[in-house]
């Protein structure tokens, strides 16, 4: 494992995320919204590291990144049929943004796009996140609604997710 992730890792108190990576919650609002019985907001810092990635999954809420150390992470999302790319990183001339936003209820994956190096980001989700509305992607069921995208579903999705 990379030295400098592991720093993270250790300093941050993360431990391992059921869609891969590592994390740890760093937010979550006394507050609730009543009808919902969901809090206003949660955040957590997560690191994703060499070739390992965050599997393909939805949540019912929003969810924006915020980059903070190491490579550029790459998020794919399924929306509508097509697969949109983006980069999340601190080097706006290749492409790379410190923030970006997931749409509530979209599939979406992420990566390293250098699988040697590491990287930090933060996550907030508003209405705040339960894992009651996190869903992981069934690979053969992705793939059936999505047959274009089959080589990225089986490659960022888990064999025992079929």
Not at 38 to 53: N, P, Q
Not at 60 to 66: K, N
Request: some cysteine; aromatic content about 14%.
């Amino acid at each position: 494992m990379i030295e400098k992730a592991q720093y993270w890792i250790d300093h941050l108190h993360m431990q391992p995320h059921p869609e891969g990576g590592f994390y740890a919650e760093t937010y979550r609002s006394e507050g609730k919204i009543k009808n919902l019985d969901r809090h206003y907001s949660t955040a957590i810092y997560f690191l994703l590291l060499e070739d390992k990635f965050s599997a393909f999954h939805r949540i019912r809420s929003d969810e924006m990144w915020h980059f903070y150390a190491g490579s550029a992470i790459e998020v794919l999302m399924l929306d509508e049929g097509k697969l949109k790319s983006h980069r999340l990183g601190n080097k706006p001339e290749q492409g790379e943004t410190f923030q970006l936003v997931v749409p509530a209820g979209l599939w979406f994956a992420s990566r390293m796009l250098d699988p040697s190096s590491y990287g930090l980001v933060g996550c907030t989700v508003a209405p705040g996140f339960d894992f009651q509305d996190f869903e992981m992607a069934r690979r053969s069921e992705l793939v059936h609604h999505y047959p274009q995208h089959a080589e990225i579903i089986n490659h960022l999705t888990y064999p025992e997710n079929e």
